[in-house]
């Protein structure tokens, strides 16, 4: 079993529509958990990052927790041609070592 | 600039030579992760230096692959004797810490193409 798993996609979406990207993990110890976007051929850009259960709500973007399913959504309210790009789901079990997801391709049409 | 500074953006190898692949952290960042990335995959966990230490090199390869991050300079990774499948893009990340909830920033990762 993966260690973190996301659909690949793609998931394509309206303009002004919520896209809703999910993501499961194995290490039930995880504590910290990021979401990236990295646009084709450029680095991954950290845009949010969740520690506890529940909302985390940033501008148009609400990373969701819940350890007990051991699960992590990111909604992006509002959906601009913009946010087409692939979103990386990452985890931290503990110290150091990040482990990501393949990626979620995020297609918004205009 | 004070982001992760990769150099070169482009290195183009033929096979048996080596590749050497430049990375300096964000200023005041003192620990340094190289990742790589195959087409279509996501970030592939390589080794984990702080000053002039390994911490963990678990997720690279036991031969040709060495990393460094000397007291002063830029971390390297070296890639010895390379074969078509080391083609990939090659990202570097750095942390002002190590542990609990501390984000990596990446640098914007050398493309490394076999001949």
């Known amino acids: 079993q993966k260690e973190v798993e996301q659909n690949s996609g793609p998931l394509s979406v309206p303009e002004g529509a919520i896209a809703s990207l999910n993501c499961t993990y194995s290490d039930r110890g995880s504590q910290s958990f990021f979401w990236y976007r990295q646009y084709s051929g450029k680095s991954p850009e950290l845009i949010m990052s969740?520690?506890?259960?529940g909302d985390k709500e940033d501008g148009r973007f609400t990373a969701q927790l819940n350890k007990a399913s051991q699960y992590v959504s990111l909604l992006i309210r509002d959906s601009q041609p913009s946010d087409s790009a692939t979103y990386l789901c990452a985890q931290m079990p503990g110290g150091f070592k990040t482990i990501f997801g393949a990626g979620t391709r995020l297609f918004v049409k205009a | 600039n004070a982001g992760v500074m990769q150099n070169p953006r482009h290195l183009v190898r033929r096979r048996g030579q080596e590749a050497r692949l430049r990375c300096s952290p964000m200023?005041?960042?003192?620990?340094v992760y190289w990742y790589r990335q195959l087409p279509e995959e996501g970030l592939k966990f390589m080794v984990y230096?702080?000053?002039?230490?390994?911490?963990?090199e678990s997720g690279m390869p036991k031969e040709r692959f060495s990393a460094e991050f000397p007291k002063e300079g830029p971390s390297i990774l070296r890639i010895q004797q390379v074969v078509r499948g080391d083609s990939a893009a090659y990202f570097c990340?750095?942390?002002?810490?190590?542990?609990?909830?501390?984000?990596?920033?990446f640098g914007d990762g050398t493309r490394l193409s076999i001949l």
């Open positions: 969740i520690y506890s259960n």
């Open positions: 990340a750095s942390s002002r810490d190590r542990g609990h909830g501390q984000p990596q920033h």
């Open positions: 230096l702080q000053k002039e230490n390994i911490i963990d």
């Open positions: 200023k005041g960042h003192s620990h």
